[in-house]
């Protein structure tokens, strides 16, 4: 990309990313005096009220997990109950503590970690930021297993293309190399490839349930019995589905074994920010084996501020997130998040029978709440779908390999008539490309760009052009 053509972009993202250009006061610099606190509510209350409609209305592709305004209301005080409490000061807080290891054993038992409380070595784990750091943590976890106990220097993991960037992100960040698996025609990772792509550095395998792209569950116990015939860890990814499947099993969906019922599962990541129904900013990392977990922390013995460890990425961190996911859990319950996952289940089969109905789309993937779709009709250019969707108000994700769109069921598109909503949308985007298959989009010539066979160089360029429209003042 040339100065122009960068100028170009920017212009085309200036729009979608900084909407408020002159309708509020921008501050390039601290005020000289503080501004009054009702006048900072009053912007904050102005901006919440332009923003909430889309989210709370279900126009949004995942985001938004539950967002009834009772529960927000609950989940605030308890925010404000706990705001100053801080984890990395568990003689301060001691309720943390207490939060943070009942918030693990909940879940490690929603997984069949085992009762925490039983003779048995039951799963154990920590409270992360979000899934991202979960993974993250895992990996290094790994790494370092491997460093200590077998000498790895040049470690590996193998992962399916379809794992979350976050994969991509720890071998970037930790120096391992990911060797990604292929797909089969079901979005499903290839086991047999997996297994070539091992050998003696292969600090740990990953599979997804669920996968973000479409939703679909990777072969959890083909892949695991691998790693375990071959002794190395596999970590299942439940970001995005550890929440969901286990109630839709109860349901009696055909869930097949994911969690620590599998032998080979050794780790596994969980969001509480997602379907735990949780305010963002946690999620859960577990490991079969107390031993692996300890080579997560970080510590020191030699600095001069003292003994110092923490479990985590962060050092101090904020305990009322922590709290919040606590009441998240203990508020809704197994009957609780068993009703969210029918109600988000019905909605999802929904819209997914009526985007097979459409002409011109096809559904990519079994999942059972994420509505993932393409088109292989020359006339529905699927990102210009994707565009008019955004025009009608909905923000769904875009999805490359293949290029295609998804959108992801909460609680928001089980209201009446969201499902029927989307669909009728959805219907009229894809005539509207049909019409005029270069109408006015603003995303998908990014989107063409981005997947375009120039690469690197070319993605290169949309981010920085993003980072600097997204940080321009
Ligand atoms: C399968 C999966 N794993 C990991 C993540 C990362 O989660 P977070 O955005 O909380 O870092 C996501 C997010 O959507 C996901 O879908």
Redesign the pocket.
């Known amino acids: 990309m040339d100065a122009d053509e960068r100028a170009a972009l920017a212009a085309m993202l200036e729009p979608e990313l900084k909407p408020y250009d002159d309708r509020f006061q921008r501050h390039h610099r601290l005020p000289p005096t503080g501004l009054d606190r009702e006048a900072v509510l009053a912007e904050m209350r102005e901006l919440q009220a332009l923003e909430e409609a889309r989210w709370s209305d279900g126009y949004a592709s ?1 985001a938004v997990y539950h967002g009834d305004p009772d529960h927000i209301a609950f989940m605030n005080e308890v925010y404000a109950l706990n705001s100053q409490a801080n984890p990395l000061h568990a003689d301060l807080w001691p309720s943390a503590t207490k939060y943070e290891a009942e918030i693990v054993a909940m879940v490690a038992s929603m997984l069949h970690g085992g009762d925490a409380h039983e003779d048995a070595p039951a799963v154990c784990g920590t409270v992360t ?7 993250l943590l895992a990996m290094k976890t790994y790494r370092d297993q491997a460093r200590a106990e077998r000498g790895v220097t040049e470690p590996n993991i193998v992962a399916p293309v379809s ?4 994969f991509d992100k720890a071998s970037q960040y930790f120096g391992i190399e990911l060797r990604r698996v292929p797909l089969g025609r079901d979005f499903k990772a290839e086991v047999s490839v997996a297994r070539q792509l091992v050998d003696a550095d292969t600090v740990a395998m990953v599979g ?1 349930a ?3 792209p479409q939703g679909v569950i990777d072969p959890i116990e083909e892949l695991a019995a691998v790693a375990a015939e071959l002794g190395i860890g596999f970590h299942t ?5 550890g929440f969901v499947l286990p109630w839709a099993e109860r349901l009696g969906h055909p869930v097949p074994p994911f969690d620590f019922r599998v032998p080979g599962v050794t780790s596994m ?1 969980c ?1 509480t ?2 379907f735990g129904y949780a305010a ?1 900013g946690t ?1 859960v990392v577990l490991y079969r084996d107390p031993d692996l977990r300890a080579h997560q922390y970080y510590r020191t013995a030699e600095w001069p501020g003292g003994l110092y460890f923490s479990p985590t990425f962060a050092g101090s961190r904020p305990g009322a997130l922590s709290a919040q996911a606590w009441a998240a859990l203990v508020s809704i319950g197994e009957e609780g998040y068993l009703e969210a996952t029918r109600r988000i289940l019905a909605a999802a089969a929904v819209m997914r029978d009526g985007v097979a109905a459409i002409d011109g789309l096809e559904l990519h993937g079994d999942s059972l709440w994420l509505v993932a779709f393409g088109s292989s009709d020359p006339d529905v250019g699927i990102y210009a779908v994707l565009d008019q969707m955004g025009h009608r108000g909905w923000s769904l994700n875009g999805l490359q390999q293949p290029p295609s769109v998804h959108l ?1 069921t909460t609680l928001r598109h089980t209201a009446d008539g969201v499902a029927e909503r989307f669909l009728t949308d959805l219907a009229a985007a894809v005539e509207a490309v049909r019409a005029d298959p270069g109408a006015g989009g603003s995303m998908a010539p990014v989107y063409g760009m981005a997947a375009s066979v120039d690469g690197r160089g070319t993605v290169e360029d949309i981010l920085r052009t993003y980072v600097d429209v997204l940080y321009r003042v």
């Open positions: 995942g930021s979000g899934g991202t750091e979960s993974i794992a979350h960037a976050a997804s669920v996968q973000f990814d439940s970001c995005l589905g990541s969001d920010h997602k963002k999620s992801c």
